[in-house]
């Protein structure tokens, strides 16, 4: 069993940061890869930011070059720096860890509001 436990939203200006943090516990071994993902309201769930346990890193098309993901490998905490935020980014940001077997459904956070105002 994992337990993740997103922090860090809030609200800011358009142009501004913040970062946030998911803290992971439990059966750490059994993360694959972990993600970001953002759900606005009336809109799909949508994959933001991803990381491989090598570090391999892939981001969607609308944050590259503004939002960065990391780790903390002591920490056992995943971090997702973002900058330059437009309003478009007002969403709850969700923390997921993928387990190594594709069959298994993984571990979702409870999430944290961001919200860009104009």
């Known amino acids: 069993q994992v337990q993740l436990v997103e922090s860090g939203g809030g609200l800011v200006q358009a142009g501004g940061s913040l970062r946030l943090s998911c803290a992971a516990s439990g059966s750490i071994s059994s993360i694959n890869a972990m993600g970001w993902y953002r759900q606005a309201p009336g809109m799909q769930r949508e994959l933001v930011a991803h990381m491989t346990r090598g570090g391999s890193t892939n981001y969607a098309d609308s944050v590259k070059g503004r939002f960065t993901i990391s780790r903390d490998n002591a920490k056992n905490t995943v971090y997702l720096q973002m900058n330059s935020l437009k309003p478009e980014d007002t969403a709850v940001y969700y923390c997921?860890?993928?387990?190594?077997?594709?069959?298994?459904?993984?571990?979702w956070g409870q999430g944290t509001q961001v919200t860009v105002s104009s």
């Open positions: 997921k860890g993928d387990p190594a077997n594709p069959r298994l459904e993984g571990y």
